[in-house]
């Protein structure tokens, strides 16, 4: 579905069972207690459940958190969040909980940081995708861009690149597509066109706002296919916004710009050949340069050979879209579009569970829609029993 809708189960009224105060306690007391290092935390981390699999506390073990905090900060190695001035990290066992979600278990795969903030998330993710995979961040603070780039380019970690600008401004159609998003601020209803920007089975991971409220629960998003996702709630959170461009401008007390032409437009581009690392592309760009090469020189006569491997080299490649040949599958054009019963939102996508006839974008419109659609409901349902 475009919009998946996702209810975090609550529990039951009553009584807290004597298992679950325990655990709350505990997890009070791991979260208020100050560490003198970084494996000290990842040990305090661990004991508490938020890193589970090896690759995951190692990458913990290897970034230390404070390097990325300013010289001096108590609650560099405490389980909380840390805030001072512009450089905000969430905690810890926040980013360790990401992590597991994102399922980083190839050393190749595109990622994409939706504000990347101080680096630290980025170093983390490093660790375990490698220094040859595509890695981008985007923060619209210059000065937070300023600091990720040096802090990550002193751990040797300079293949991370870092833009400066807003997420709303991305042109979905126009960026390449990634296999793992993160987002790290609280993402409205209207920021799930980030989700576009996920490959065939991606996953995104990100604080995204609940229906009908302005709480928060950290979802993660696979894409099946087309514009069909499976959602799954892990936790509930709460982080700062992130900020529309127009808000932006009302923040830095400067007039806004036109929403038309967007002169902000952000383009996610990937490696060109040539001029990047060839280590950037995937397998099947490499695998065909490859072939290439062995066709203009060893296959004497044959079409590729026409043109000099040279001409390939700096002429035809590097125009290739740096997933040029990534396995596609081709989007459901031919399905008719169906709006909303009741909003007329052309993007609905929940139909009714008895006619299955008409189509909802979420619960509430159902529910506001069901007096008017009751009858003609059970006639639908008579219809196609009939048909049947």
Known sequence: VDCPRCVPQRRPSGRMASVDLERLFQQLYLQNQRHDSQQALCDALKEEGCLASTRVIEAFSAVDRKHFLEEGCEDAYTNAPVRLGDLHQSAPSVYGNALEALELSRPDLSFLNVGSGTGYFSALVAQLIGPCALHVGIERKESLVKHAREKCASLGLCNIQFICGNCYC??????????????????????????????????????????????????????????????????????????????????????????????????????????????????????????????????????????????????????????????????????????????????????????????????????????????????LQKGSAADK
Request: hydrophobic residues 35%; charged residues 25%.
């Open 170 to 379: 991305i042109d979905v159609d126009g960026s390449i597509k990634f296999d793992r998003i993160y987002v790290g601020a609280g993402a409205h209803r209207d920021a799930r066109f980030l989700w576009k920007l996920l490959k065939h089975g991606g996953i995104i991971v990100g604080p995204f706002q609940d229906e009908g409220s302005d709480s928060q629960t950290l979802l993660k998003a696979k894409r099946i296919e087309g514009n069909s996702f499976s959602v799954s709630p892990q936790t509930a959170v709460s982080y700062a916004w992130l900020v529309r461009p127009d808000e932006q401008a009302v923040e830095m007390r400067i007039k806004p710009e036109p929403s038309s032409p967007r002169s902000s437009t952000i383009i996610l581009e990937g490696p060109e050949w040539g001029r990047s690392n060839s280590s950037l592309f995937p397998w099947s760009f490499r695998r065909t340069v490859i072939f290439l090469h062995w066709a203009t020189n060893r296959v004497h006569g044959s079409l590729l050979g026409r043109l000099p491997w040279e001409c390939w080299y700096r002429h035809i490649l590097p125009w290739l879209a740096f997933d040029a040949f990534e396995p596609r599958l081709p989007e459901p054009q031919d399905k008719p579009v169906i709006a909303c019963a009741s909003c007329g939102n052309p993007r609905a996508c929940l139909a009714c569970s008895r006619c299955r006839s008409v189509r909802y974008c979420d619960r509430g419109c159902q529910q506001r829609h069901w007096p008017s659609h009751k009858s003609e409901c059970k006639k």
